[in-house]
């Protein structure tokens, strides 16, 4: 599966890295390659939590 992934960087100087498709998954490193390793990570925690706990993802199919 692929995901859109938002990259900003914060106040501190962190990239914040967001999947708007699934609610709350975002995560943060210091260059963009961590902030995307962290996200890789935390999309793929979030689809297995939501996969046992029964949660529908918010992903849309154009």
């Given at each position: 599966?692929?995901?859109?992934?938002?990259?900003?960087?914060?106040?501190?100087?962190?990239?914040?890295?967001?999947?708007?498709?699934?609610?709350?998954?975002?995560?943060?490193?210091?260059?963009?390659?961590?902030?995307?390793?962290?996200?890789?990570?935390?999309?793929?925690?979030?689809?297995e939590?939501?996969?046992a706990?029964?949660?529908?993802?918010?992903?849309e199919?154009a």
């Open positions: 599966m692929k995901f859109l992934v938002t990259l900003e960087h914060d106040e501190d100087g962190w990239i914040v890295a967001e999947c708007p498709s699934l609610p709350g998954c975002v995560s943060q490193g210091r260059t963009i390659e961590e902030a995307l390793a962290n996200i890789r990570e935390a999309i793929e925690l979030s689809l939590t939501r996969a706990e029964g949660i529908a993802t918010a992903i199919v």
